[in-house]
């Protein structure tokens, strides 16, 4: 039996386990896993589909409105040099760090379905445009477990300096050259009415998507911890010299960002320690996020392995200088209690202002991308045929 066999008959085997485990926790402990399903739908409807569903839309129109190109050619001058990408990438750059996951990572692929950029320019954006948007960093984590406005802005910053940097590791990535340049003259649009109906189907079956990875790692976690897998975790950290208590926030964090983050309220061990572990979470964004990611890549023949790659690497480098950072802050005890007062606030709010407030934001933004189009570039040529960049 040749290795490549035997690999996928342990991988085989090991899924059946998994699912078997999965299934038999279903039964046994019905109870238990709708609570949790219930609650992943609630952080959906309530959280989730008011945050992301404006941005995907933004995202498309964007693309399919031509603006990224005019974007693009503002943006040349810093996307060139620094990440080894044409201009017309700036909107993946930019919605990332503003919208959260996975926004990044979807504009990345528009832009790869509308011949906005090459094969190689979308890899390497990958690896560093999907992050977290500030509202997370600065509500949940940073007022909600450390109850500092300091150590929000401390996550933030190093989280996008880490993006950075990972953008700059990864700028030769698929060897030098391929840059995608915008037309300076005239290029391809598609008329608003065409555009805007495209822009808010696809991004409701994006949210839909997402919703339903939210929703069963709700429910896998659950039945993690109710198996003492932790307990065991904790067990083997506690023989390395390390508080039993990282094993369940380290596992939270690995598989959902928002129960990871939530375990650290507390947690022993100091404050450079908590926040080096939250800014790791951040970095990583947890398993749950990448099926997200994945199911967008799944049809675009793009590389995962460069992006989860480049997203372990944004969690070390962020752990890294958050460090650091922290070290040079005087903040008290963190103050857990205003975590779970916060997410039980998220979970409670009306979705119609939720959805109208994240609306507006997306609005006021379009209108930037719009008055940036009609300053810096001209006039876009409407035509039915496009020609796209070479797919290297």
């Not at 109850?147 to 700028?171: D, E, K, M, P």
């Not at 003492?228 to 023989?239: D, E, N």
């Not at 947690?267 to 979470?281: D, I, K, Q, T, Y």
Request: charged share 10%; hydrophobic share 50%; glycine share 14%.
């Amino acid at each position: 039996m040749s290795f490549q066999s035997a690999r996928q008959k342990a991988f085989d085997l090991m899924t059946v386990l998994g699912l078997a485990g999965v299934a038999a926790g279903l039964i046994v402990l019905p109870s238990q896993t709708v609570e949790a399903a219930r609650g992943g739908v609630e952080l959906c409807f309530n959280v989730l589909i008011p945050s992301l569903f404006p941005f995907f839309v933004l995202s498309s129109l964007t693309v399919e409105l031509g603006l990224a190109d005019g974007l693009g050619r503002l943006m040349s001058p810093l996307m060139e040099p620094l990440f080894n990408v044409g201009g017309g990438c700036a909107p993946a750059l930019i919605l990332g760090f503003i919208g959260g996951y996975p926004v990044g990572a979807k504009t990345v692929i528009n832009l790869y379905q509308s011949k906005k950029c090459s094969r190689r320019e979308a890899e390497r954006m990958l690896a560093f445009c999907n992050n977290s948007g500030p509202a997370f960093i600065f509500g949940v984590v940073g007022a909600g477990i450390f109850s500092s406005s300091a150590v929000g802005l401390t996550l933030y910053l190093t989280h996008l300096l880490a993006s950075v940097l990972v953008g700059l590791i990864f700028r030769g990535h698929g060897g030098r050259g391929g840059v995608t340049r915008p037309p300076r003259s005239g290029g391809t649009r598609t008329a608003f009415p065409a555009a805007f109906v495209k822009a808010v189907s696809s991004s409701f079956q994006s949210c839909l998507g997402i919703c339903g990875f939210v929703i069963f790692f709700s429910v896998l976690l659950k039945l993690l911890f109710l198996s003492g897998l932790p307990a065991a975790l904790g067990t083997l950290f506690g023989l390395l010299g390390l508080e039993e208590s990282w094993a369940f926030s380290l596992l939270s964090g690995l598989l959902e960002l928002t129960s990871g983050v939530w375990t650290l309220r507390g947690a022993p061990g100091g404050l450079a320690a908590s926040v080096a572990m939250a800014a790791f979470m951040l970095g990583w964004a947890g398993l749950s996020v990448h099926c997200q990611v994945l199911s967008f890549l799944q049809e675009t023949g793009l590389s995962a392995k460069t992006y989860l790659l480049g997203k372990l690497l944004h969690g070390l480098l962020s752990a890294g200088l958050a460090a650091i950072a922290a070290s040079f802050l005087s903040v008290d005890t963190p103050v857990g209690a205003f975590l779970a007062m916060q997410l039980r606030g998220l979970t409670g709010l009306d979705f119609a202002f939720c959805l109208s407030a994240s609306a507006v934001l997306s609005a006021l933004l379009l209108a930037l991308f719009l008055l940036a189009s009609r300053l810096f570039a001209p006039a876009v040529k409407k035509t039915g045929g496009k020609k796209g960049p070479p797919d290297v």
